[in-house]
Nanobody
Framework: QVHVEESGGGSVQPGGSMRLSCTAS????????MGWHRQAPGNQREFVAK???????QYEDSVKGRFTISRGNDQNTVYLQMNSLKPEDTAVYYCVVRGGPVTDYWGQGTQVTVSS
């Protein structure tokens, strides 16, 4: 079992920046990848970014060049640096940890609001 907890989030004006953090605990030896999804009101949850243990990165097209995902030195923490934020980035952001071949562990989510 892996426990996942996000931090960061809040409100920012369009064009601003924000960093989200996520820490995994428990059976961290099983972690194969860490990433972020988001869900805006009335929308389905969607993929944002992912980083594998070997360093491979994946990004959703609308965040490429604006968002950067990275892992901490302990490999149990993942960050999402979000720059040039837009109102359409407003959503609840969820950290997800792939522990083992097919098991995903989700955090509770953190609200990000981009508004003037």
């Amino acid at each position: 079992q892996v426990h996942v907890e996000e931090s960061g989030g809040g409100s920012v004006q369009p064009g601003g920046s924000m960093r989200l953090s996520c820490t995994a605990s428990g059976n961290v030896q099983s972690i194969r990848a860490m990433g972020w999804h988001r869900q805006a009101p009335g929308n389905q949850r969607e993929f944002v970014a992912k980083i594998y243990n070997n360093g491979t990165l994946q990004y959703e097209d609308s965040v490429k060049g604006r968002f950067t995902i990275s892992r901490g030195n302990d490999q149990n923490t993942v960050y999402l640096q979000m720059n040039s934020l837009k109102p359409e980035d407003t959503a609840v952001y969820y950290c997800v940890v792939r522990g083992g071949p097919v098991t995903d562990y989700w955090g509770q989510g953190t609200q990000v609001t981009v508004s003037s």
